[in-house]
């Protein structure tokens, strides 16, 4: 088999696509590096040229889902407050809801991948969670914290780590639901939910009445945190 000469990137991303494709389809025990290199249409010895394991392969994988978002460093290079808070969960909901309106429908992908791994041995999604947790984690934290500082939040007897957690697998499972072409339920327009989340989040999270009253309005958060960017 003949195989077209690729500069090292462009293999490597054409592998990256393929395996993650592998991964959501078949989950981690279920995909082999030769059924990776079947659907990159490639040789497995070349393959192994860029990846010398399944795990390494895999790993590749968790650290692009985590650090190639566009938006990722904005988010991590804002200043921890209450803004910053309110921002992050906002951006987090439209992550989440974004799922069935991308063109490259690579974060439907990504999803896949991670719910099939939960009902495989979990060492996908327990993997990413830890990226997740080192990597994002600690601003939502952090704006968690100065938040209650300033007397805009109050404390609800929950750990901010356990608050990231509670949203993000809220947000996450009802991006499941978007996942089929007909959804599984019948939420609003996205408008809508997204302000229905963001009230029920920020209520969850311990947003005083002044404070919500004052930041429920996303598009006032967005110019806002865009000030100060």
């Known amino acids: ?51 010398a394991t399944k795990a390494q392969l895999h790993s590749a994988i968790l650290e692009e889902a985590c650090e190639t ?28 809801l974004a799922v069935k309106t991308l063109p490259n429908g690579d974060k439907g992908e990504k999803i896949r991948l991670t719910a099939s791994s939960h009902l495989d041995d979990g060492e996908f999604a327990r993997l990413l969670f830890e990226k997740i947790s080192a990597l994002i984690a600690p601003k939502f934290e952090s704006s968690v914290e100065q938040a209650i500082a300033t007397g805009d939040v109050m404390p609800v007897g ?33 408008d809508v939910l997204t302000r229905q989340l963001m009230e029920f989040v920020l209520r969850g999270v311990g947003f005083t009445p002044t404070a919500l009253a004052r930041y429920l309005d996303t598009e006032k958060n967005h110019d806002l945190v865009s000030e100060s960017v």
């Open 69 to 96: 978002d566009p938006d990722l460093n904005r988010l991590l290079n804002l200043q921890p407050s209450t803004e910053t808070l309110v921002f992050f969960i906002r951006e987090m909901i439209g992550h989440f």
């Open 1 to 51: 088999m003949a195989f077209k000469r690729m500069s090292g990137d462009s293999r490597r991303r054409q592998i990256l696509e393929a395996a993650q494709q592998c991964f959501a389809q078949h989950g981690y025990a279920g995909t082999t590096t030769k059924r990776v290199a079947t659907a990159a249409s490639i040789s497995e010895g070349l393959l192994f040229r860029h990846f």
């Open 158 to 190: 929950i750990s901010p780590f356990h608050l990231f957690w509670f949203t993000h697998n809220l947000l996450y499972t009802i991006a499941m639901t978007r996942l089929p072409e007909r959804p599984t339920l019948g939420y609003p327009a996205d």
